[in-house]
């Protein structure tokens, strides 16, 4: 039976998460996206330490590809951890349930997370 709410569309684009307890940090792949959801991948080389755990608030940070008109984007996801599976190829699946979006430059994407700035509890919820 399928429960979606929304149509998912299928993309392969990288991503930075951040963890808003603790401030761990990953790079990923989106699997696929929906208005109010999103799944990322995330290599095992990544899951060395601490891996996310469902109900964990994270930041991702999405790359989208160049645009002449309006240059180097990155959309800004705050999200909390749906569900979490690994895949064959040890792997570590993440789906995310969507709170919040914006669109930002890619200059301006992580910005927030460097040391001495904004931390991501200031940031996401």
């Known amino acids: ?8 569309v299928q993309l392969s684009l ?3 998460i951040t963890a808003c307890r603790g ?12 208005r109010g959801d999103l799944l990322v991948s995330l290599g095992a080389d990544q899951l060395r ?3 996310p755990s469902v109900g964990d608030p994270l930041l ?10 309006f240059g180097r984007k990155c959309m800004q996801c705050q999200t909390t951890v749906a569900r979490l599976s690994k895949g064959p ?8 349930r969507i709170h919040k979006m914006r669109f930002q430059s890619s200059a301006k994407a ?16």
């Open 1 to 8: 039976m399928e429960r979606r709410r929304n149509a998912r």
């Open 60 to 69: 991702v940070e999405i790359d989208l590809p160049a645009n002449h008109a």
């Open 23 to 34: 401030g761990e940090r990953w790079t990923g792949v989106t699997e696929n996206m929906s």
């Open 89 to 96: 190829s040890g792997r570590l699946h993440v789906a995310l």
């Open 14 to 16: 990288q991503c930075r």
């Open 110 to 125: 992580g910005m927030e997370l460097s040391p001495g700035r904004a931390t991501p509890q200031g940031v996401v919820m």
């Open 49 to 51: 330490g601490v891996s």
